[in-house]
Every structure is written in C-alpha cells, then in structure tokens.
C-alpha cells in the first residue's frame, strides 16, 4: 500500500495538469511474488503497476512544494519511505510539454490556511500473537508543535462494537490493537481519529482511519455436506464441493479436489474421476453395473496451498435401461371361437434383468405384423411382465380363419444403448361356430287376392323372394313353422 504526502513549503499552488506521470517510484521487492499491487491512501494520486505515481484530476494544494514522500507498507505492516522532488514549471511556458505547478503571489492580509493531517491504510496480519497491546501507528497532528494536542479515536472497534480493540494514547497519538483479529469475521475496520488542543481553543477536523486485516491461511477447507449423496446412473456424473474461509481469489483459498480411495474397487479401481477445479465426479471406466454394484464409497479431499479437508462422497448407482425384455417363448398358437369381442386370446410373460418396477424394467408390447383390419389389441398385464392380447373386433371364421400376429416386447423408456428387442409369433385360429340360420331379406310384404282357395302357395322359402339362409350350408336346409 503506498500513500503519496506532500513536503510543504511557504506558498500556495495549484497543480494544474490530469494524469500525466508525476514521480517515478522504483521499488525493490524482496519477496518470491513476481506482481505487488500498489495503492495510494489519497485519492488525488494514482500509483500504477511498475511504481509510477500520476496525478488524477486538477488538485489544488495548501502550499507550494517541491518535495513528496512515498511511503509503502509491507506485509509485516512495517513502513518504507523515500523522497522525490518534483519539478516546477513556470506559468509562461507551455503546458503542453510537462505538468505545471503555478505558485501565484502571496498576498498581505491572507489567512493561515489549515494544515491536512493524513494517515495511512494500517495492515495487520490476523491472529497475531501479540503481546497486547500491539503498537499499530503514530498519529500526529500538524499543529502539535505549536500547540499541545489531546488524541482519541471513535467508531467501530473503538466507541462502537466490537468496542475497545482499538486504543490511543491520547498524549501522543500512538494507535493500538487490544486483541488478535479475524479476517474471516471481519477484513476491514473505519475509524475516525479526532486531535484538540489540549485548552479546547483549537481542533483538527476528523480523520478516517482505515485498517485492513490481512488473510493467514488458517482454514482448512470444509466440505459443503458430509457425506455428500447422489445417486449416478449407469452413465453419468454429480458434483462436491467445499468452502474455504480464508480470503477470496488468494492461494489461501484456492480449493483443489481429489479422490483418495474408493469402496468397493470392482470392476476397476478407478472407476471415478473427479476435476481437481470443479469437483464435478465422473464416471472414469467401463463396467460399472447397477445389478452387480449398486454403490460406492469415494474418501474425497479438498485442498488449498497447505491444509487439506477430507470427506466421503456415497454414490448409488441408479438403472439405466440396458437390458431389453425377453419373451419365455417366442412362439404361441392358439384358438378362439368366432365373433367373440374382448376376448383374451394369449399371455405372454416376459424376464427383464433391470430393477424391478422401474420404468426400465416395465415391459410394454406392440403388435407390428399381422392384425390387418385391427381385429387384435395388446396390452402389458397387471405384474408389468406380461403381454396380454385381446380381440377388439368379432373374427368371422367364413372370412378369415387364422392369423399371424408379430408382437415386440419393450419398455417404458427407451433403451441407454442400442439392444436387440425380443418378439414373439402369435398363431390365432379362429373357431367356427354352429349358427342360427338367418331370413334373406328378414321381412317381405306379398299381395293375394281375397277369394284364393285353400291350398294355394301364398310364398316359397326357396324361392328368390324369400330364402332361409345356413351360414355353413350351400344351400338352406331348414325347418319352418308357422307364425303370425
């Protein structure tokens, strides 16, 4: 962190010109980190990544200068300073060419202007150790050479929760932690610091000062669930994962996962990969196989740069559908009386080796050959193992005496990979049934005069107006009476 504080001198400036470099700032790093970030606690200046400080926005200063000192901060909160001259340019010359500071007259009868009193972003590593009270910083007021000041501090960890982590002595402004700090319960701490003569006649305006509480890996990383359960199918994969407390985005918190083992090892020892990143767990060999193993057990690790968390991972193997229903015969030939509808003409169970009364083990049938006129409906019976088929429509044994009938067994859902389906050969032979014969036309209205003699023929059944007709007969053979 660096914070850029102007060396005054006697007279008021004006520092005209936006973002141009104003002071090149080289520091050594001794550290193995090849990037430092560097910041600066006013706000007016900007310090880029390779160390050069550059002016913001139009700032207009108390006093004139010609010296500013950089200050750095390592990660041991222990300040760095060195000194730069800037270069002043006289109003007359071009702006164009370099930044310009223009120091106009001091004039009689003008005010004293207020000095600024600036403190630095403070650092603190959390859980320090101590001993406490720990030695944070000095605040100074521009004004305690010319009067005696009285210090104190208000805001959070001072006169607001968590109150009293932070003191001050209040003779000669020294800040203090009371206690170790946690960063994971709270990174960065407001306070407002406040200076007056110690006769009340005089007062600074108050000072924000800003504490960053800096990251330790001191959390292992935890697993958002233990075990963590899911359920894979035959194909397919689920996701851990774990949480780190430490600071964001650092090494501290970079979460790497890994399988440690795996229950049982069969078929393979390695049947699970997980990505070190995501810690999305996939299915990494062939052969993994409901019916035969139907869970594992994975010890799994979530690791940052130095602390490992471990927890388990219960996978149940879900059915995918790879077995396809098989017919016990494949081959049936039955019979079945003429001009019978909705009558079951056959039942034909079938195994299936998924889990039982899951839609891949349900059995569904389709007739896909030999029911022209759709005469033949098949549907699965109440144990869902087992086709039944039925007539829809009366069979004619005059018409068509047998028929040949395909059927396929399936599932409710679809294979997970492509099977060959089992189909079963239905021989229906349709019965002839002994049926009553049957008037052809069923009414016929005849005319005779009123004076016929008796025994006269009024109609003949054998004749081409009226005829008794024997479904199994050529020619009607039948017995009359007589009627109304």
């Known amino acids: 962190m660096l914070s850029v504080h102007p060396k005054k001198s006697s007279c008021s400036c004006l520092l005209m010109l936006l973002s141009f470099i104003f002071i090149p700032v080289v520091f050594n790093i001794c550290s193995a980190r090849s990037r430092t970030v560097f910041d600066s606690a006013d706000k ?23 010296m500013f000192s950089v200050h750095a901060w390592d990660s041991k909160g222990k300040r760095h300073t060195v000194f730069n001259h800037a270069m002043f340019v006289p109003q007359s010359e071009s702006r164009s060419a370099l930044p310009a500071l223009e120091c106009p007259k001091s004039s009689r009868g003008l005010k004293r202007q207020k000095r600024e009193w600036v403190a630095p972003i403070i650092n603190i590593l959390e859980d320090e150790r101590g001993p406490f009270p ?3 910083y000095q605040i100074q007021s521009s004004r305690a050479k010319q009067f005696k000041m009285v210090y104190s501090i208000s805001g959070e960890g001072a006169d607001q929760d968590p109150k009293g982590l932070f003191t001050i002595n209040r003779n000669n402004g020294s800040l203090y932690v009371t206690r170790p700090l946690d960063r994971e319960a709270k990174d960065k701490y407001v306070l407002q610091a406040h200076a ?23 959390n292992t990383p935890i697993f958002t669930q233990n075990p963590f359960l899911g359920t894979v199918p035959e194909a397919s994969f689920m996701t851990v994962t774990a949480t780190d407390a430490d600071k964001p985005n650092t090494e501290y918190a970079d979460i790497t996962y890994s399988i440690l083992s795996q229950n049982p090892q069969e078929p393979n020892a390695a049947m699970f990969t997980i990505n ?4 999305v767990i996939r299915v990494n060999a062939a052969g993994l196989d409901r019916e035969k193993y139907p869970e594992y057990t994975l010890e799994i690790a ?21 077995h396809a229903p098989q017919f016990e015969k494949t ?22 080796g998924d889990e039982p009364h899951s839609p891949a083990w349900r059995a ?10 759709g005469f033949f409906a ?26 040949t009938l395909l059927v396929v067994a399936e599932n409710d859902v679809p294979f997970a990979k492509p099977l060959t389906t089992s189909t079963a050969t239905v021989t229906v032979n349709v019965l002839d049934v002994n049926e009553a014969p049957v008037f052809d036309p069923e009414e016929k209205f005849i005319s005779t005069p009123e004076d016929l003699a008796v025994g006269n023929i009024i109609l003949s059944c054998y004749s081409d107006v009226l005829r008794a007709v024997h479904p199994v007969c050529d020619v009607g053979r039948c017995a009359f009476c007589s009627g109304t």
């Not at 070190?276 to 810690?279: D, E, F, M, R, Y």
């Not at 602390?307 to 219960?314: C, I």
């Open 196 to 218: 007056e003569a110690a006769d009340g006649d005089d007062r600074e305006k108050p000072m924000d000062i800003i504490v960053i509480v800096l990251d330790k890996n001191d």
């Open 302 to 322: 979530a690791a940052d740069s130095y602390l490992v968390g471990t927890g388990t991972a219960v996978i149940t193997v879900t059915d995918s559908n790879d």
């Open 331 to 352: 081959s049936y030939n039955v019979s079945i009386p003429e001009n019978k509808v909705e009558a079951v003409v056959v039942k034909m169970p079938v195994t299936d």
């Open 44 to 66: 007016r200046f900007q310090v880029d990544a390779d160390g050069t400080v550059t002016l913001k926005r139009r700032v207009t200063l108390q006093e004139c200068q010609n």
């Open 364 to 373: 569904k049938f389709r007739i896909i050959n030999g029911n022209n006129g």
């Open 134 to 136: 720990q030695f944070l």
């Open 378 to 403: 098949v549907n699965t019976g109440p144990n869902e193992q087992e086709g039944i088929i039925t007539t829809v429509k009366p069979l004619d044994f005059e018409q068509n005496s047998k028929f």
């Open 276 to 279: 070190p990143v995501t810690g």
